[in-house]
């Protein structure tokens, strides 16, 4: 469809002005009077009307080799019931739950392989992301107690994961 606002229809039609948009977006209107002889307004009535053109080619070839967001759209989500989403959801809401307590069994089994401390300290810097260093400053100890507490506890955790 041919836009009939858009500055190269607006030029075109004008035969007798060269039409540009300001900064304040009114149009300008360029007249023969406006010029010194006719020759130069010819030249630069031609120049205007072929750069308004290419300027239109650029936006055609960007719009003509995309398609409408609601055609997108409809491709990537297709029209889908009410009753077929709530079905999918439901599953979703399942299947989150399913993981969840799976989550929560081995983090149970995983307390119950390590000392309080151990899981303490590995909750800390795996599930907290802090340093071995500041953990030994918030528990007051060196960061060698740390890290040979963090290693018995990996060992641990990987004898009860291979139990699973």
Same mark, same amino acid.
């Given at each position: ?10 030029? &075109? ?15 300008i209107r360029l007249t023969r009077e406006d010029f010194s002889s006719e020759e130069? $307004?010819? &030249? ?15 936006? %055609?070839?960007?719009? @003509? ?6 055609? =997108?759209? @409809? ?6 019931? =009410?009753?077929?989403r709530f079905f999918e959801e439901l599953e979703r809401m399942e299947q989150e739950?399913? %993981?969840?307590?799976? =989550?929560?069994?081995?983090? =149970?089994?995983?307390?119950?392989? #390590?000392? %309080?401390?151990?899981? %303490? ?5 795996h599930a907290e992301g802090m340093s071995v260093e500041q953990i030994a400053v ?11 507490? #963090?290693?018995?506890?990996? &060992?641990?955790? &990987?004898? $009860? #994961?291979?139990?699973?």
């Amino acid at each position: 469809m041919f836009d009939k606002k858009n500055d190269y229809f607006i030029n &075109k039609r004008e035969a007798d002005s060269i039409v540009c948009k300001s900064v304040t977006g009114t149009y300008i209107r360029l007249t023969r009077e406006d010029f010194s002889s006719e020759e130069e $307004f010819q &030249k630069w009535k031609e120049w205007s009307d072929k750069d308004y053109q290419e300027a239109e080619k650029v936006m %055609r070839k960007f719009y @003509d080799y995309g398609i409408p967001w609601e055609e =997108a759209a @409809d491709a990537i989500n297709p029209v889908v019931s =009410a009753e077929e989403r709530f079905f999918e959801e439901l599953e979703r809401m399942e299947q989150e739950m399913l %993981r969840a307590e799976q =989550a929560e069994r081995q983090i =149970a089994g995983i307390r119950q392989a #390590l000392t %309080r401390t151990q899981f %303490r300290r590995f909750w800390l810097h795996h599930a907290e992301g802090m340093s071995v260093e500041q953990i030994a400053v918030a528990e007051g100890v060196s960061h060698q107690n740390i890290s040979k507490s #963090l290693l018995a506890a990996r &060992k641990k955790i &990987k004898k $009860f #994961l291979k139990k699973l």
